[in-house]
């Protein structure tokens, strides 16, 4: 099994991909930092960096139909070239901790975002132009452990701006951004066979989550089970920081 994995932690970590999967197609982010939160507590999260980033890859290809219109593409060119600059330093520092500072920061982290989401902090107006690339700086820095979107669905929720071009905007971004990332990771020794495997074991419950969750999506107005997916982050992200510090 990948990264010597028992079952009762690969039946963990599969209950983690469907309910993830099925977050991410109903609200178009989320699965990353549900499933980096739930491997940290059966083994190093940055174990599940690389998986995540072919997953995510392969769910925006899924959910890409229909959404082409509504994508914000000077948005995402600006939060890319933020993205550039922030997920080298991201990686430089994480990698050269132990794997209970990992899982520390990454629970810190996703504690930090779920409340920063929860409040409901507002703008007046969307922010255009370079404030878009410092948001793209802190969405890299993020996803050197793979939770890039959490800053920006914090970011984007903040503005007026309509559900539609929201979740598009983050369905385009977030395979530009895992293209580049990939090599990064390779470099950072985060892609192996293990990669491999576990993305393999994953993908079919992923896909089938996602498309369920993206039917959902038409049907239902996203805001309260946007609130519910956060709560459930914020409490594997209280687990995860307990098993770093206990």
């Known amino acids: ?23 991410r197609g109903y609200s178009g982010f989320g699965f990353s930092a549900l499933l980096i939160a739930a491997s940290s507590l059966v083994t190093n ?11 995510e890859t392969v769910m ?18 600006w939060l890319l070239g933020g993205a550039a600059l922030g997920l080298p330093l991201g990686l430089w ?26 409040a409901g902090w507002r703008l007046q107006a969307e922010v255009r132009g370079p404030g878009n690339g410092l948001a793209g700086l802190v969405s890299g820095l993020a996803n050197a452990p793979g939770m890039g979107g959490l800053p920006l669905a914090a970011f984007f929720a903040a503005q007026p701006m309509p559900a539609a071009v929201f979740r598009a905007t983050l369905i385009a971004y977030f395979p530009l951004l895992d293209l580049y990332s990939a090599p ?3 470099y950072a020794g985060l892609v192996g066979w293990d990669t491999l495997w576990a993305a ?47």
Request: aromatic share 10%; net charge neutral; proline share 5%.
């Open 1 to 23: 099994m990948p990264y010597d994995l028992g079952p009762l932690a690969l039946l963990w970590l599969a209950v983690a991909c469907l309910v993830a999967g099925f977050v």
């Open 184 to 186: 990064l990771y390779w």
């Open 200 to 246: 393999l074991l994953a993908l079919p419950i992923t896909l089938v989550a996602n498309w369920l969750g993206g039917r959902h999506f038409f049907g239902t107005d996203p805001q309260d089970f946007r609130r519910f997916a956060i709560v459930l982050l914020a409490g594997l992200a209280v687990l995860g920081l307990g098993k770093a510090l206990i």
């Open 93 to 118: 520092i994480l990698t050269g901790v132990s794997e209970d500072t990992a899982r520390a920061v990454v629970s810190g982290y996703v504690l930090v975002m779920c409340a920063v989401l929860l």
């Open 45 to 55: 999260p940055l174990n599940f960096v690389a998986v995540v980033v072919i997953l």
């Open 60 to 77: 925006s290809l899924q959910a890409a139909k229909g959404a082409g219109p509504d994508v914000d593409w000077k948005r995402i060119g």
